[in-house]
């Protein structure tokens, strides 16, 4: 990535051409090496009229979001999407960061790339169930200006985790509290699968990491 709005780290990325329908102005991931590797993709249109910063939900990765992608290519919407760490095909522990500023770095460096790439056209914000947790704290916790230096137009959320759904039963919760602060890599099984995500069974297949 190329370095946080506050000027932050610079990471060496290499690009590589990405598989899918072809893109006149370009479809590529990039690899980009800061203390893990992260994948990042961008599918960029010929005569794009704005910019989108996709950010996955937990367990998730940028791959179960192609038919968003494509069709937002279509409308002529460049689409710039990224496995956060721990998730999908970038590295680090699964599901696990040392502090969760972690990941709303690694949002606003990837945000900032972006606006340098999208030469002064809008640039919106999706973000899905824990990226849309992730897209708030990087937004609430920035300086106020943040969204006018990067020419963010718009913050569109779907499910954001805010709060659970339910009560977890104390059985579960106990030792999570516990191995937070004595083994926080350990993970805790969640109990959901792919089917609770979607019931179609091609998609869950054609979408598994």
Not at 3 to 19: D, L
Not at 82 to 111: C, P
Not at 176 to 186: E, I, N, T, Y
Request: aromatic share 8%; net charge positive; proline share 6%.
């Amino acid at each position: 990535m190329a370095g946080s709005p506050a000027g932050g780290r610079s990471s060496a990325c290499r690009a590589r051409r990405a598989s899918g329908p072809r893109v006149a102005g370009g479809r590529f991931e990039r690899l980009c090496q800061e203390a893990e590797q992260l994948v990042q993709r961008f599918e960029v249109p010929d005569g794009t009229r704005a910019h989108i910063v996709l950010v996955h939900g937990f367990g998730d990765h940028l791959g179960r979001y192609r038919t968003f992608r494509d069709a937002m290519v279509a409308e002529r919407f460049a689409v710039h999407a990224y496995d956060t760490r721990g998730h999908g095909r970038s590295e680090g522990t699964r599901g696990g960061v040392g502090a969760f500023r972690e990941y709303t770095d690694e949002l606003g460096a990837f945000a900032a790339s972006v606006h340098a790439q999208a030469a002064g056209a809008p640039l919106f914000v999706v973000a899905h169930s824990h990226g849309g947790l992730i897209a708030l704290s990087w937004l609430t916790a920035g300086p106020a200006d943040l969204p006018s230096r990067l020419g963010l137009r718009g913050l569109v959320l779907t499910s954001p985790y805010l709060a659970t759904a339910f009560t977890p039963p104390a059985w579960k919760t106990a030792p999570a509290v516990l191995l937070s602060k004595v083994a926080p890599s350990v993970p805790v099984p969640l109990g959901l699968s792919l089917a609770d995500l979607r019931w179609d069974l091609a998609w869950q297949q054609a979408t598994d990491a």
